[in-house]
């Protein structure tokens, strides 16, 4: 089957070669767009970099992030904190913005993501999967996990003169979590989760 | 009104059938329609997508009118956001207002150059470069006279790349109201800009989300 694409930046159609090499990318020849990149196994990398981060995550939230020491007071925090004092503090719109653009939405593309990386890997027929995978294609301007981080690392210098500061298990489960999550970004573009969502269903 | 007169004839464009429309070799001069969503290839006449279902357009419609709508909105909440403080420090009863780029100066003050550089990068660079990149990429689209298609693509391309990255600003004052409550020494609380600079930055996210690069293309040079 000729198998055609239109590029999502110029329209342009463009006859799909029969497969990407691997380190090779895939671009419009006409706007120089980047369509996708070969890998060799992607479907088995984003499925162990899901896992992977999922772990990360789950680590980022339950530990100690930064302690710190101000005359002689010291006191831990969580990365949940950075959301719950907002709340408490009433500031509801900062508090949802920062949960659901650093974890709310981290979160489910990762789920939404195994929801189809599964069934695919097992040979399976997926229910539902273009609805997911649309889900999918939504959330991936709104994750700001890598954002989030450098925000962290601006606050810590900032406070840096003020505080004795000591870093948490959370805090380097969090780069790894971030580090992992912005290569499986990178891994999983539009061309590639489209073409397992149709080789899934 | 001149910018009315463009406006429809740039947005009218797409819904009048023909050939010359749309750029040569273009999926919607040969008849076929690229999803959005899923960028399947559907026959023009189909209303909705054969693989994911979704409804077909080949272009987004009304993509200028709303690109700009958005801008404007965004623009109208930048003015609080540099009016207002972004956060308040209370240190030992007196309070420190700081706007956005009153915090810029006082990092330079302190002599914390690289703070002061990422904050100023992300939170004034970057807002003022994407308005007047989506700004321009409109009057692109609406003018009659040529355009550099390829220069103006990779400028859309930058423009979505760096739109999350000014929300640094209000990343960093939820982080220093999140670590800063130690005792009664010192708190602070986050001010109007900040929620004004969020509303900017999703409001920019959104309108640059709405513009089609494939209207760029279709003009005739």
């Not at chain 1, 029969?18 to 419009?28: A, F, I, S, T």
Request: some cysteine; charged content about 15%; hydrophobic content about 50%.
């Amino acid at each position: 089957m000729s198998k055609k694409i239109a590029c999502s930046g110029c329209d342009l159609l463009i006859q799909l070669p029969p497969q990407v090499g691997e380190h090779n990318k895939l671009c419009c020849p006409r706007c120089q767009h980047t369509i996708t990149r070969g890998h060799p196994n992607a479907l088995g990398y984003a499925l162990s970099i899901v896992f992977s981060s999922l772990m990360a995550l789950a680590l980022s939230y339950n530990f100690v992030f930064i302690a710190f020491e101000v005359n002689a007071q010291s006191r831990e925090i969580s990365l949940i904190q950075a959301t719950l004092v907002l709340y408490d503090q009433a500031y509801y719109f900062l508090a949802a913005l920062v949960l659901i653009l650093t974890l709310v939405c981290p979160l489910l593309y990762l789920l939404l993501l195994l929801r189809v990386l599964i069934p695919l890997k097992l040979g399976m027929k997926g229910q539902r999967l273009t609805y997911v995978a649309t889900l999918i294609k939504r959330l991936v301007p709104w994750l700001m996990v890598d954002v989030f981080l450098i925000g962290v690392l601006v606050a810590l210098i900032k406070m840096w003169s003020l505080a004795n500061l000591s870093f948490g298990l959370s805090f380097w489960a969090y780069i790894l979590f971030v580090l992992q999550f912005s290569y499986l970004l990178y891994l999983v573009d539009q061309f590639k989760l489209w073409r397992w969502v149709n080789d899934a269903r | 009104m001149m910018l009315d007169n463009q406006l429809s004839s740039a947005l009218s464009k797409p819904e009048i059938d023909g050939e010359n429309l749309y750029s040569e070799g273009s999926a919607a001069a040969n008849g076929l329609v690229s999803c959005n969503v899923c960028h399947g290839l559907s026959d023009s006449g189909e209303e909705y997508c054969l693989d994911c279902g979704s409804k077909l357009a080949v272009r987004i419609k009304h993509s200028v009118q709303k690109t700009l709508a958005l801008l404007i909105a965004s623009v109208i909440f930048y003015i609080p956001a540099n009016l207002y403080p972004i956060m308040q420090t209370k240190v030992l009863g007196s309070t420190l207002e700081n706007s956005i780029l009153s915090g810029v100066l006082l990092f330079l003050e302190e002599g914390a150059y690289f703070v002061a550089g990422v904050i100023f990068v992300a939170s004034i660079i970057i807002p003022i470069t994407k308005m007047l990149a989506i700004y321009w990429l409109c009057r692109s689209v609406m003018s009659s006279k040529p355009i550099k298609r390829q220069e103006l693509t990779k400028l859309y391309a930058l423009t979505e790349f760096i739109g999350k990255w000014s929300m640094i600003d209000v990343f960093v004052v939820a982080i220093l109201v999140a670590l800063i409550q130690v005792g009664n020494l010192m708190t602070i609380t986050p001010g109007l800009a900040a929620a004004s600079f969020a509303i900017v930055v999703i409001l920019t996210m959104c309108s640059a989300q709405c513009f089609d690069s494939r209207l760029l293309w279709d003009k005739a040079q």
